[in-house]
């Protein structure tokens, strides 16, 4: 059984609207499933270093302000897995170019329902739920 730790971003707009991936359907991890922009996090990086070169990588993202609001531990396969979650405003004089999965998309709260999520990315969507209503 390994052990992985990932830091994941979900860049909200003023609309409260979150920024999701949907993922290929050739992915090794979650395929075709809707996902968390993020990755496995590296040697000796922190969450928030790993975080910063996938995003960059990921959506040519800068990130500047995320907010650690959430930290996970689930199973995936034979994984042992800790989630890092992070969150920040969408900075719109950004542009956002994706490098990864079929699509990105934004979405609000109630229109998660119909999309293929697994279930602990669903327990981390109700807590980023609770920060922005905050």
């Known amino acids: 059984m390994a052990v992985r730790n990932v830091a994941v971003l979900v860049l909200y707009n003023n609309k409260k609207e979150i920024l999701l991936q949907h993922r290929s359907k050739d992915a090794l991890r979650l395929p075709d499933h809707w996902a968390f922009f993020g990755v496995g996090i590296e040697g000796e990086e922190t969450p928030e270093q790993a975080l910063a070169r996938e995003i960059i990588e990921e959506l040519e993202y800068n990130v ?71």
């Open 64 to 134: 500047v302000t995320p907010k650690l609001i959430f930290t996970q531990k689930f199973n995936y396969k034979d994984d042992v897995n800790t989630k890092y979650v992070f969150v920040e405003k969408y900075n719109e004089k950004q542009k956002l170019v994706q490098h990864e999965g079929q699509e990105m998309g934004w979405w609000k709260f109630e229109n998660l329902n119909n999309l293929l999520i697994i279930d602990h990315d669903r327990i981390a969507l109700s807590e980023i739920k609770k920060f922005l209503n905050a």
